[in-house]
């Protein structure tokens, strides 16, 4: 079946123009190539396998999770027109991996707990605040956001804890270890390879591309909230559906990368990362501070603060992040949240990428033509093997400059 898809791949003019720069993505070169075992192992799990018509192949699983293959390849991670933590400019290099074409959504997330039981933070009082009246509630949960969700709208109320439950659960059912997305993978699954700080290119959002603070949220919580934009009327004060916004999609046929829900991610958050990034799958800092929890109003803060991307329905079109709150929803944004937080905006997406995870022992398990090796070697950059950061076993990151392979 792949082989007709490689074969209707390599005839759409679309996809071979988008995938100029994608060095060696194999499927795409319109060579004879061995597919990477990701994608043969996805095939034979996934309910249906086909291409987008963005010239990308879509794995379709149980209760409409759709996952989207982003091939191996480098990009330029960071941006020289946000903030200090956004900087510097780095090349990163990705082993290809699978993301979630969608967020997940409210119906996806309501089997998860009926099927287990399960307790969301929020729901164990660690609290998840919403604005209302000019002040705050913290006595919402998934199921009670305090405003009307349809079941196809992306899941809130869920802290960085609840989204790795719902991934542990989802991968014991359907034996494909799905996990959160590290920042370089969601940043590249969002802006593609040609640096632009939307998913759907560079001009700022109007109300067909995607759901943020318009005219609606201001309507409803006043002109001072967040930096909302009059001008703008995206039809929804609060979430949407997750398919609303096609034209928003990033290159790869993603949806809601932008606005809706602002989306959880794997890695540890430190401003200073993107200095020290290894240049090839960086996974986030080694740290993991152990600080005690301490009360604060409507819960707990654990000081334990996790990514966060793609801004909401409660942020900007392409501001900065703001004095008072709110962020911003360009792509290239890096945010944080303590991972016990539940905010009304945070929801999550899942990715897929456990090939990478298997760490390289020795040097002849590095595929031939391996586009990193080919790509990057010739500037003379030395080569070392670590073990996937995110690994149980004493993970150790690749100081900067060094290139690292897990296969
Ligand atoms: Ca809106
Ligand atoms: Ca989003």
């Known amino acids: 079946m792949l082989a007709v898809l490689l074969g209707l791949l390599i005839s759409m003019p679309e996809a071979r123009q988008e995938n100029v720069s994608e060095p060696n ?38 209760y409409g999770i759709v996952m989207v293959y982003i091939p191996e390849g480098e990009f330029i991670m960071g941006t020289t027109e946000g903030e200090e933590k956004e900087l510097p400019l780095h090349r990163v290099f990705l082993d290809g991996y699978w993301i979630g074409k969608h967020p997940v959504t409210l119906s996806q997330f309501r089997v998860f707990v009926k099927e287990t039981n399960y307790i969301t933070d929020s729901e164990k009082g660690e609290g998840s605040w919403i604005e209302e009246g000019g002040g705050i ?20 109320c869920v802290s960085w804890n609840d989204a790795n439950a719902y991934c542990g659960w989802l991968a014991s059912n359907t034996g494909i270890r799905f996990c959160l997305p590290t920042e370089a993978q969601w940043e590249r699954a969002a802006r593609g390879t040609d640096q632009r700080t939307y ?3 560079d001009r700022l959002p109007d109300g067909s591309l995607a759901n943020f603070a318009d005219v609606n949220y201001r309507k409803k919580f006043g ?54 990034s ?10 993991n501070i152990k600080r005690k929890k301490h009360r604060i109003p409507g819960g707990w803060a654990s000081n334990l603060q996790r990514c966060i991307r793609g801004g909401a329905w409660t942020d900007a079109s392409g501001e900065l992040s703001l004095a ?12 944080h949240t303590d991972q016990f937080s539940s905010d009304d905006h945070l929801g999550f997406r899942l990715a897929c990428d456990y090939v990478r995870r298997e760490p390289a022992k020795t040097a002849q398990n590095r595929r031939p033509g ?22 149980v076993s004493g993970p150790a990151l690749s100081p900067a400059n060094t290139l690292c392979f897990y296969r």
């Open 223 to 276: 002109k001072e909230s967040r930096n909302s934009d009059p001008d703008v009327d995206d039809g929804y004060a609060q979430t949407s559906p997750v398919d609303a916004y096609p034209e928003g999609r990033s290159p790869y046929g993603i949806f809601d990368m932008a606005g809706n829900t602002i989306d959880w991610i794997h890695d540890w958050f430190d401003p200073g990362y993107y200095a020290q």
């Open 25 to 62: 993505s194999g499927a795409l070169s319109g060579k004879s190539v061995e597919m990477p075992p990701d994608i043969q192992e996805i095939k034979k799990k996934a309910e249906k396998v086909s291409l987008n018509d963005k010239g990308y192949l879509e794995a379709e699983f149980r």
């Open 370 to 391: 391996h586009p990193a090796e080919s790509h990057l070697l010739p500037h003379g950059i030395p080569i070392r093997f670590v073990k996937d950061p995110r690994g």
């Open 324 to 335: 008072e709150g709110g962020h911003s929803i360009r792509s290239d944004m890096r945010e």
């Open 199 to 201: 998913p759907w290119g």
């Open 137 to 156: 509630r913290y006595d919402v949960s998934w199921e009670k956001p305090n405003f009307k969700q349809e079941d196809d709208h992306p899941v809130v």
């Open 278 to 287: 290894p240049l090839c799958n960086p996974a986030g800092p080694v740290r």
